[in-house]
């Protein structure tokens, strides 16, 4: 027997109470995986 199926949510909204590109003191870091090769863009934004 196949459970329930569970209904659809979306995902959160991105908070807008910040300026698009303003970090805050936080460290960020984006990762990507392209056709099987992990690929990561590390900033410390000095």
């Known amino acids: ?5 569970r209904p ?3 995902y959160p909204k991105i908070p807008s109470n910040t ?3 303003e ?3 936080r460290n ?4 990507e995986k392209i056709h099987g090769a992990n ?3 590390v900033c410390d934004a000095s």
Request: glycine share 10%; proline share 14%; net charge positive.
């Open 8 to 10: 659809w949510t979306p």
């Open 28 to 31: 960020w870091v984006a990762h």
């Open 39 to 41: 690929f990561a863009v």
């Open 23 to 25: 970090a805050r003191g």
């Open 1 to 5: 027997m196949h459970p329930e199926p």
């Open 19 to 21: 300026r698009l590109g």
